[in-house]
């Protein structure tokens, strides 16, 4: 059996994608998922997504880490975004559903702004923080973020025994001006650096904007630049959260199951 595949990247993130909307692959069949995602013996990704039909929005998102566990992914949602506009499935604007509820977005050019569900607040965690924008995301401020061992730190944070069982995704982040920073991540389900996290740059941007007193945040990633605008509430929580960036059709096959 042939399945049309495509492949879409966002700031480095980059994904399998699959128009879904007849169901003929079977997304139960995680060794599939994992197959696909593998860069040696698949495709090759950090994650795989399909498309569905949804009775009450523009379409689903169907997420999957490159492990075959399933979370939010900003990034994703983005190039989602976009392929359903190659598809024909949206114009400019969309209202589609994803693991963590109900999204909207626009696409203008190659840029996609996404507006991200709200999120209950900031934890502390002994001078690092946590936020879950979707996704769960642990925060550090670092000094020279380009030297850190995010693969070496980021795991050991990834598998504290206070994340677990779920364990988290991992942010370093280093700040470069008052309204800028430079976030690396280590990703739990890919197990790995990635080249930017969307869901992981939104918790860093909530955390860096609130204590720089600034609404909206430029982003630099080792895969490209995003943008994160937010209203932050009085009792500590934060709505309208907007993640702004590109994300691109980088090719397309045929996967033979
Ligand atoms: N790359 C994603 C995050 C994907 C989910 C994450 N790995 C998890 O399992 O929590 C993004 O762009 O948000």
Redesign the pocket.
Known sequence: MEINFYKYQGTG?DFVMVDNRDRSLDLSNLDLVRRLCDRKFGVGS??LIAIQNHRDYDFEMV?F?ADG?Q??????ARCAVAFSAFLGIIEGKTHFLAIDGPHEAILSGGQVELLMGDVAGIEEKSGDFFVNTG??HHVRFVEQVAEYPVFDEGKAIRYDAGYAPGGT?VNFVQAQADDRIFVRTY????ENE?L?????VTAAALVFGLRQGQSRVKINTLGGDLSVKFASNPDGSFSKIWLIGPAEQVFSGKITI
């Open positions: 993130n950090d994650g997420y880490n566990s979370s939010m992914c900003g990034n994703g996704s769960p995704n990703e739990r389900g890919v990635t930017s996290c969307g869901t992981g």
